[in-house]
């Protein structure tokens, strides 16, 4: 006997849960009046209703999102690790099983063949963290930006730009490792062209030249968030010049909380391994945690789950083509025993 809810689409399973109570209603009297079949009507009773039972136990829609599993964070890195090298796997195969058609196109162009297959290069995935913050960015003191040093650096080469009076300061970066240094006339090269604002992703300043560096070069700077700025730790003293720039050219991460409160940083690539990205991971989260800001009575009360609200509220871990992984928030918290660990004591 087909059940009278087999018909009925996923759609429909709001209907088939408020037909519930009049199937079961309608069994249990016939179960009554004729006792001999009560076993066989349980049984079609049990059949009926379990598909329905189903559909609505599986049901998704805007209204009722499934939860999104949570994972600690050292499994959620390894589920991203193994994502990216099935890729990687899956491409360099491809890559192989398509030597001959390359050679083909090589051969229409007029161009020599390859006999051996070239190795695949593949993308070395950046694997990045995003953290929504318990804070409201549009308010009074409730935005954080800074910059964090890693243990074991991004993974990303850096090109690094000087602004300083001092002839010795400018010895020193160019002696160091930056890419370009100088003062008045490095200003006048960004002005006329010269110097490429693609020269160079980060900036150090002296406190010397900062009037004039804001005057000049403000605009073309500051949108790219390559202006030194005090909370950035970008403007040094000349004291400091060396080891700064050491730190900068090693591995500095920026972040910085966007209109909605949530800060998206890079913490390394796929080729440093689970133990290396471990370890920048735990800086960077440490990092955050200490900058939080000091709110007053009324932010606090105001913000998520009032004075004793959450810093962090939500924790995902992606790579560059991959799905995010949500976090277990015990395990991405500094101040949780359980923080970097599988989850368990």
């Given at each position: ?23 079961t ?175 160079f ?12 560096l804001k ?8 949108p ?47 080729s ?22 000091e ?8 913000r ?14 992606n ?10 928030l ?16």
């Amino acid at each position: 006997m087909l059940s009278p809810f087999a018909t009925h689409s996923r759609s429909s399973s709001t209907k088939l849960l408020k037909s519930l109570p009049q199937v079961t209603s309608s069994v249990s009297t016939r179960v009554t009046s004729s006792s001999s079949s009560s076993t066989a009507l349980a049984r079609i009773t049990a059949k009926s209703i379990q598909p329905c039972i189903h559909l609505c136990q599986n049901y998704t829609s805007r209204a009722h999102p499934q939860p999104k599993p949570q994972h600690s964070m050292i499994d959620g890195l390894n589920i991203i690790l193994e994502q990216t090298k099935t890729r990687y796997d899956k491409r360099a195969h491809r890559w192989e099983l398509n030597h001959e058609k390359r050679n083909t196109g090589l051969m229409k162009k007029g161009l020599p063949t390859l006999s051996d297959p070239e190795p695949y290069r593949n993308q070395d995935e950046t694997i990045s963290l995003a953290l929504n913050l318990n804070l409201d960015p549009r308010k009074p003191n409730q935005s954080i930006r800074g910059q964090l040093p890693l243990p074991h650096g991004t993974g990303k080469s850096v090109r690094l730009a000087v602004f300083s009076f001092s002839p010795s300061v400018i010895s020193t970066a160019l002696t160091e490792g930056a890419s370009v240094a100088g003062g008045e006339d490095l200003m006048e090269k960004i002005l006329n062209g010269e110097v490429s604002l693609e020269d160079f992703d980060k900036v150090l300043a002296t406190p010397d030249i900062m009037a004039q560096l804001k005057q000049k070069c403000a605009r073309l700077l500051g949108p790219r968030g390559l202006l030194p700025h005090p909370k950035m730790g970008n403007i040094i003293a000349e004291s400091e010049i060396g080891p700064k720039i050491k730190e900068q050219l090693s591995g500095m991460v920026s972040f910085r909380t966007d209109k909605n409160g949530i800060i998206h940083a890079a913490v390394g690539k796929y080729s440093f391994g689970a133990e290396k990205l471990e370890q920048n991971i735990r800086a960077f989260l440490e990092g955050v945690v200490d900058a939080e800001p000091e709110l007053d009575k009324k932010a606090k009360k105001q913000r998520i789950g009032g004075k004793g609200g959450k810093f962090v509220l939500k924790v995902h871990l992606n790579a560059t083509q991959g799905k995010a992984v949500n976090v277990d928030l015990k395990t991405a918290d500094p101040n949780s025993l359980l923080f970097m660990t599988n989850g368990a004591l």
